[in-house]
């Protein structure tokens, strides 16, 4: 007999001996990489990728979300080749709201696409739109300027959401916000984080904002990439501004740098 325990699958995501050629092998892009990600459904995890700009992450999370297969290897999501009943959300840098509805409308366009009742899916939507901080905006255009770039953002974070994703794929989410916007998107995500739980995997250049958030924080090295260094980050789960005045915070932001520079040679992260 199997002995189960809390759940089915340790990993709830499993990328092994990836591989990426866009020339029939002549050069390979990714190579030899994995990336296994423990499943924690209670806590969930916040998990940072790091890289050179092209190192592959934004093609990481298109393997996780289903979106590309790899050359060679094998992507398993929750113990299962991707498939239409994986639950994964997705984040990107762009605003990518539709102009022409509002932001309640966007907030539910997920559910419309599960075919879930009107009445129903506008009242989970309201929910989505307080959570992130949305109230009183609901029936604003979701568009730029009647909605500033970390409001858009927010609308983005709560479509994500509201299918109750597994998996949320962040990439650069804040990337092109303003840095105050910037700081306060950082702690609506962690105290979310701490609500709901899904597993993250989020990809930023910046790497206080990649200590900051992150509970581990993978650096790919450039092509042919893979990951080669892994960080724990050991700071208190209950994040906050103070966290960052703190003598671990400062220390683990100077490590990360150092590997990052000897990984990249220094080259733009
Ligand atoms: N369809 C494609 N054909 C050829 N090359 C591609 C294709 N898609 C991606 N690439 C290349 O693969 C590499 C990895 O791209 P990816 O966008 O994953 O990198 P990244 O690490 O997310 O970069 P950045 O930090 O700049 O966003 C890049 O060199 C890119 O040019």
Partial sequence: MPNFTETEYENIIELRGISQSYDGGKSWIIQGLDFLVEDKPAQGQFVVILGASGAGKSTVLRYIAGLQRPTEGSVLVKGQPIGKANRVGMVFQ????????????????PLEYQGVDKKERLERAREMVELVGLAGHEDKFAQYPTLSGGQLQRIAIARSLIANPDILLMDEPFGALDINTRLQMQDLLTEIWHRIHPTIIFVTHDIPEAVYLADDIYMMK?????FTEHVKVDLPLQRSRE???TDRYIELVRLVEDKMIAITGGEGH
């Fill in 243 to 245: 966290t960052k005045r």
């Fill in 222 to 226: 450039p092509a042919p990439s893979r």
């Fill in 94 to 109: 762009q605003y990518s709201s539709l102009p022409w509805r509002t932001v309640l409308e966007n907030v539910a366009l």
